[in-house]
């Protein structure tokens, strides 16, 4: 399946719970086909309905879809209360997360939350979307560059394959570099890679053949200056450097003066090894804390910063720090003779409150012991969600106190996670749930209630424990007269009227507020009319006041949502027709396992039947489709397409030259306008795109997509191959021999 036909695909079944969106709504079925490594690029936005940051974003990520629709760049959604697998697979731990997809791989998106501006949505994906390696000749080498970033340079022959590694390589940095590609080079003979920047050097070089690890390896060690003063403007790029970091606090300028120097020599020794950056501690003195280090200058201490931890150089009592003492110190931690120190408040003395206080010294004692099941909040005192939560959190400790599940809390701005825990913290609250004999952490991503609580420990804990609460379901009372045409379904009747096995039941899922649901209210009271009495049934189900039975297996994200039970079967088809009376009684008299005869037939939109229909190209209407289309004496190549569409107006001379070519043959050639005609429900296909080209053979069902090129030898090329009756024409152009032996289809 091509991408932007999955895309499609995705998009319709979205269309009917998505109000009028062009953001996709993904689950981890359909995530693969539109997320793939056929396409080009697509942003996906992993939230949560109960998220304040999400619900602010949405308008934005709406309006960023709107306008990128118009360069077929789409944006998309996963939920990650439906769909928590998949937000794990791809490490998302915090709401809203953006990743930005080029061919199928993920990146973190690092542009602002509107949907303009510098670094907004748009902008930024129309940058990733453009090609991520500039092509320079001798003459625009030097202006590229004197940009103020980094820039990469690749010195490659015309054709090389190692442009894949470059482009492959840009496209994850683009972010990060600027990257251009020149056949010839004043400073190196290709293969070979340049490296410019504002700072030590200026340039760096690598001569000789080079692949994406090489690549990699030699922009890390370059890309940042020897030894930088570290700020929250060039933090991310040491924490994403991958290098170990070196760092040197100080509190004054006459500290720093005495070990730059000796510490820019000992930077260039260890270059590409380890990173070194200086920080103020008068400023920043809190980090001296967050890598073990007491607020006392000057201070060295070392950071790996893909497991975070972290090895303080700890002085003795009066012992003055050295260059010597900072080589020493790296070269044991690089040895891996040093422990790395967490950073941890102190074990309570006392832990025997409703919430049992974690830290980094009895994570494992509490957390990683195999008899007890574990709900832990990670939290920060600040944060205004987790203060929220709290009474709620204490009175669920309350309720599990004394048993074999564990609720437990953790200050992830005091406390260092331990390394061996396969996750970071980048959001509060973030709520983790570890099975008892397990090693996994499961995402706690439901409601913030103590019934919600305690139904999903009642769900996942290995160690039962009945508290005596059951969750209440939301719910309006029960109608004491339910006899109108459309049946009102409410929480505490779903299961008697939904999910009987006697009825088909059609039932609309909406909200009181929603435009859509107003308009569609007198149809659906109509439609409920014509069924009224039968064993059809035509329901609504006020999803704001009402909630979701846990045996739903989806749920409702946009209004109006509809679906379809049939008799006798637990699932649940998602309608997605029009909402048109007729369109509706088409569907039942389609889908229902009880036939009922409403009397209405709906009307095909189809246009005029041509009163002369002798032209090159046979023009093909809904009401006479089957005459042409269907019939099994001839073969037919037939265009799905739409008069605004641009490349079906460049299609039309040449097709209609194909048309004058097979003229009286029995070979047709036709076209359909799809704005204006309906495709029959026997048509085993939907047009997503324009122009469609298919070919029906003579005597045959099956429809075969044609990708050839269009031009009138790609048509005559493709008839002579595939066409049941040998057709000779006339194509002085390049003529095809008639006696080529045909596939069988």
């Known amino acids: 399946m091509r991408v932007s036909t999955a895309i499609a695909l995705v998009t319709l079944a979205s269309a009917t719970f998505v109000r009028a969106s062009n953001v996709i709504e993904l689950t981890k079925e359909t995530f693969k086909g539109v997320v793939s490594p056929d396409q080009e690029i697509i942003l996906v936005d992993f939230y ?71 670094d907004g949505i748009i902008s930024y994906v129309k940058k990733h979307a453009a090609p991520p390696v500039t092509e320079l000749t001798p003459e625009t080498l030097p202006a590229f560059a004197a940009s103020e970033r980094v820039v990469v340079v690749a010195v490659l022959p015309k054709n090389s394959i190692m442009h894949e590694d470059v482009e492959r390589i840009a496209n994850y940095y683009r972010d990060d570099f600027i990257f251009g590609e020149v056949e010839t080079h004043p400073d190196v003979k290709a293969p070979g890679i340049v490296l410019y920047k504002k700072f030590d050097e200026g340039k760096n070089i690598y001569e000789g053949k080079f692949n994406d690890r090489s690549l990699v390896k030699f922009v890390r060690a370059n890309c940042l200056p020897l030894l930088d003063e570290m700020g929250p403007k060039n933090y991310a790029h040491y924490m994403d450097g991958g290098l170990p970091l070196a760092y040197l606090f100080f509190g004054n300028q006459e500290q720093l003066d005495t070990y730059k120097d000796d510490l820019i020599k000992y930077a260039k020794e260890m270059k590409g090894t380890v990173n070194f950056v200086t920080v103020d501690g008068t400023r920043f003195g809190a980090h001296a804390a967050n890598v073990g280090l007491e607020e006392v200058w000057p201070g060295f201490a070392l950071q790996d910063v893909n497991t975070a931890d972290k090895y303080p150089l700890i002085l003795a009592e009066g012992e003055t720090l050295t260059i010597e003492r900072m080589r020493e110190h790296t070269k044991k931690t690089l040895a891996g003779e040093l422990r790395s120190k967490l950073k941890s408040e102190a074990i309570p003395a006392s832990n025997d409150g409703p919430v049992t206080i974690v830290v980094a010294h009895n994570y494992a004692d509490i957390v990683e012991q195999q008899e007890k099941d574990v709900l832990i909040e990670y939290y920060a005192p600040w944060c205004g969600f987790c203060k929220q939560l709290e009474p709620i959190y204490e009175e669920l400790g309350e309720l599990y106190k004394g048993s074999n599940i564990v609720i437990a809390k953790f200050d992830a701005t005091a406390n260092d996670l331990p390394s061996n825990v396969p996750f970071r913290v980048d959001g509060y609250p973030t709520i983790k749930f570890k099975k008892a004999g397990s090693k996994e952490y499961m995402e706690y991503s439901g409601g913030r209630t103590k019934e919600d609580f305690v139904d999903f ?89 009402n909630e979701l039975p846990k045996s739903v297996p989806f749920q409702v994200q946009g209004y109006p949502t509809i679906k379809f039970k049939k008799a006798g079967s637990k699932e649940y088809m998602e309608y997605s027709g029009g909402r048109t009376k ?53 073969d037919i190549l037939i265009e799905y397409y ?27 050639v036709a076209k359909f306008d799809v704005t204006a005609n309906e495709l029959p429900k026997s048509v085993p296909f939907e047009v997503d795109g324009y122009p469609t080209i298919k070919f029906k053979k003579a005597g045959t069902d099956t429809y075969i997509d044609y990708n050839g090129e269009r031009t009138k030898e790609g048509f005559v090329s493709f008839l002579t191959k595939h066409a049941t009756i040998k057709v000779e024409v006339n194509n002085t152009e390049n003529p095809v021999a008639q006696d080529i032996e045909h596939d069988e289809l």
Request: aromatic content about 10%.
């Open 48 to 118: 949560t309905p109960w998220c304040g940051h999400c619900k602010n974003l949405e308008p934005e990520f709406e309006k960023a879809a709107e306008e990128l629709k118009k360069s077929d760049i789409p944006l998309a959604k996963v939920d990650c209360t439906e769909q928590s697998e998949l937000c794990k697979d791809y490490e998302v731990t915090g709401y809203p997360t953006l990743k930005i997809f080029k061919k199928g791989i993920p990146r973190d998106y690092k542009g602002t939350r509107k949907s303009e501006g510098t």
């Open 457 to 545: 420990l009642n769900t996942h804990a290995v160690n039962k424990y009945d508290v005596g609460i059951q969750k209440v379901v939301k719910s309006e009372a029960i109608p004491a007269s339910n006899d109108g045409p459309v049946t009102i379904v409410v929480a505490n009747n779903y299961a008697d009227i939904v999910e009987q096995q006697e009825k088909d039941v059609l039932i609309e899922y909406y909200a009181p507020w929603c435009g859509f649901c107003k308009q569609l209210e007198p149809i659906y009271e109509e439609l409920g009319e014509l069924y009224k009495g039968s064993d059809i049934v035509i329901a609504k189900f006020d999803a704001t006041a």
């Open 582 to 634: 007729e369109d509706f009684v088409d569907f039942l008299n389609t889908h229902a396992v009880n036939k009922f005869d409403v009397g209405i037939q709906k009307v095909v939109k189809s246009e005029a039947i041509p009163t002369s229909n002798d032209g090159p190209v046979t023009i093909v209407v809904a009401n006479n489709y089957a005459d042409i289309v269907d019939q099994k004496d001839k």
């Open 642 to 668: 739409a008069p605004w569409c641009g490349f079906c107006k460049m299609l039309a001379p040449i097709y209609d030259e194909v048309g004058e070519l097979y003229k009286g043959t029995n070979i047709v």
